[in-house]
């Protein structure tokens, strides 16, 4: 069982950077990847960015490469997402999700079986 909780979102300007935080609560001996995903009003959800147990495999959805990184504090049970450059197109309910098979690095939402509850960014002047 995983319980996760997403903090960090806001409002925030175009060009500018916000980082948000996925903190789980689970067994000392739990192991999983986390993912984040994000859904805009009227869209679907998507897959933004993932990284295994060990934080040695990590992706990113196009739309982020070179803008977003994600990294993990496991003494912490903590997952960051650090976004730069942000553009009104990242607006979105942003949500974290753990999939326990530790070992793999998938971008598909089905494949996740824990969610967060979503947090806020808006990126709006």
């Known amino acids: 069982q995983v319980q996760l909780e997403e903090s960090g979102g806001g409002l925030v300007q175009p060009g500018t950077s916000l980082t948000l935080s996925c903190a789980a609560s689970v067994r000392t001996d739990s192991r999983y990847t986390v993912g984040w995903f994000r859904q805009a009003p009227g869209k679907e959800r998507e897959f933004v960015s993932t990284i295994d147990w060990r934080g040695a495999a990590t992706r990113y959805a196009d739309s982020g490469k070179g803008r977003f990184t994600i990294s993990r504090d496991n003494a912490e049970n903590t997952v960051y997402l650090q976004m730069n450059s942000l553009k009104p197109e990242d607006t979105a309910v942003y949500y974290c999700?753990?999939?326990?098979?530790?070992?793999?690095?998938?971008?598909?939402?089905?494949?996740?079986?824990?969610w967060g509850q979503g947090t806020q960014v808006t990126v709006s002047s």
């Open positions: 999700a753990a999939d326990t098979d530790w070992w793999r690095v998938a971008q598909v939402a089905s494949e996740y079986e824990y």
